[in-house]
């Protein structure tokens, strides 16, 4: 793991939690992505080396509606940067743990992801990203 790369926070509203960010940190958005696949809309900022995603449910049935059903908003995920996305699955599931995503899968800001299940790791749910070459 090279860096926590960003915090992602479910939120209802990203309209609404972008002021809120932005009051926050004294900086806007940088971007804001739709993830068709995920259900998702997204919107990053960046603070200092690391970045906060913004995730609002595009999709009733997006994992993140589901999330926000059951918890509320709130920290939704902790992602780690890594050199070689395909060599950290392979190696923690070779140590056993469980991953949502046992091949990488493309996400929002320019990623290749994968998650691990929150089984695995405390109830922290884990993203690995790598950037897009
Ligand atoms: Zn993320």
């Known amino acids: 793991m090279i860096k926590i790369e960003h915090i992602g926070i479910a939120v209802k509203d990203l309209e ?15 971007k804001m992505e739709r993830v068709e696949s995920e259900g998702v809309s997204t919107s990053f900022f960046k603070v200092g080396p690391n970045k906060i995603e913004l995730l609002e449910a595009s999709d009733p049935s997006s994992p993140i509606a589901k999330f926000l059903d059951k918890k509320g908003e709130g920290i939704h995920h902790i992602a780690f940067a ?5 060599d950290e699955i392979k190696r923690l599931v070779s140590l056993g743990y469980r991953l949502i ?23 922290v749910l884990i993203e690995l990203c790598q950037d897009e070459q």
């Open 82 to 86: 890594v050199d070689n996305i395909e």
């Open 16 to 30: 609404v939690s972008n002021k809120i960010f932005e009051d926050i940190l004294g900086t806007s958005s940088y």
């Open 101 to 123: 995503n046992e091949t990488a899968k493309k996400g929002a800001d320019n990623k290749r992801i994968a998650f691990l299940h929150p089984k695995s790791s405390n109830g």
